[in-house]
C-alpha cells in the first residue's frame, strides 16, 4: 500500500525567508511521480511542481523547488524568499504508476504554512 | 495549463434530495477524471475514478449506490450524490489528467441540512 506522510501540521516562517515543508513517501512500484500542491483558503487546488522517479535532478519552478531523495523517499518542497501569500495549505501527492486502472495520486494529510509579516 | 471546470461552486440542499455536480475538461479530453472528497482541515481523499464510456471505479468504503458517477463524453463527468444526509456535507473536487499532471476543478461544498 502506497503512503504519503506529512509530519508538519502547521509551520511558520517569516516573510522573505526560506522554508522546507517536509514529505515521505512509501511505495514499491520503480515507477512513480511525486507532486506539491498548494490549496489556499477559497479551496482550488493549485499544482506547484512535479518530481518523476527517474528524474535525476531536482525539479524548480521558480520560487519552488522540490528536494528529492530517493533513497530516503522523501520529497520536500523547499520556498524560497517567502511571501504573504504564500500562507495556505501545502499537499504532497503520489501518483502510482499505471498499471489496469490507470493513474491514482494519493495525498498527504498537509501543512499549513503562515508567512508572518 | 489545461482547465476544469466545476459546478457549482457551492450548494445547499435539503436532506432526503439529490445533488448533481458537474465537472468539465474545457481545452483537453479526459478518458479518465477523478472525484475527491475533502472534510474541513483534512486532506483529499480519493473517492472513486470515472472512466469515459464504462463504469466508475470506486475507493473501498464509498457507496456507489450514493455516489453515482457519469462519464458519458470525453470532457464531462458527474458526481450525483444521492438522498443526501447532513454527514455527506464536505467539499468535492474532481481532477483530469494532461500528461503527467493533474488538473483540478474548482470544488464544490456541499451543505445538507
Known amino acids: 500500500a502506497q503512503k504519503i506522510t506529512q509530519t508538519q501540521p502547521g509551520m511558520f516562517v517569516q516573510e522573505k525567508e526560506a522554508v522546507t515543508l517536509d514529505c515521505t513517501y512509501d511505495?514499491?512500484?520503480?515507477?512513480?511521480?511525486l507532486f506539491w500542491y498548494k490549496q489556499p483558503s477559497s479551496g482550488e487546488m493549485i499544482f506547484l511542481i512535479y518530481?518523476?522517479?527517474?528524474?535525476?535532478q531536482n525539479a524548480t519552478e521558480g520560487r519552488y523547488s522540490l528536494n528529492f531523495q530517493k533513497a530516503r523517499k522523501s520529497a520536500n518542497l523547499v520556498i524560497s524568499a517567502s511571501q504573504l501569500g504564500d500562507s495556505a495549505m501545502y499537499f504532497c501527492?503520489?501518483?502510482?504508476?499505471?498499471?489496469?486502472?490507470?493513474?491514482?495520486?494519493?495525498f498527504g494529510a498537509g501543512t499549513r504554512l503562515f508567512v508572518k509579516a | 495549463g489545461a482547465v476544469v471546470s466545476q459546478h457549482p461552486s457551492w450548494v445547499i440542499c435539503k436532506s432526503g434530495t439529490s445533488v448533481k455536480i458537474e465537472c468539465r475538461s474545457l481545452d483537453f479530453q479526459a478518458t479518465t477524471m477523478f472525484w475527491y472528497r475533502q472534510f474541513p482541515k483534512q486532506s483529499l481523499m480519493l473517492m472513486a475514478t470515472?472512466?469515459?464510456?464504462?463504469?466508475?471505479?470506486?475507493e473501498q468504503g464509498v457507496e456507489k449506490d450514493k455516489f453515482l458517477i457519469n462519464h458519458a463524453s470525453l470532457t464531462l463527468s458527474t458526481l450525483t450524490v444521492t438522498s443526501a444526509h447532513p454527514e455527506d456535507s464536505s467539499f468535492y473536487i474532481c481532477s483530469g489528467e494532461v500528461n503527467t499532471e493533474a488538473f483540478f476543478g474548482q470544488g464544490t461544498r456541499l451543505t445538507v441540512v
Open positions: 470515472s472512466n469515459e464510456g464504462s463504469k466508475a471505479t470506486y
Open positions: 518530481q518523476g522517479s527517474y528524474d535525476e
Open positions: 501527492a503520489m501518483r502510482e504508476a499505471p498499471n489496469t486502472g490507470g493513474f491514482k495520486t494519493i
Open positions: 511505495t514499491s512500484d520503480q515507477s512513480y511521480g
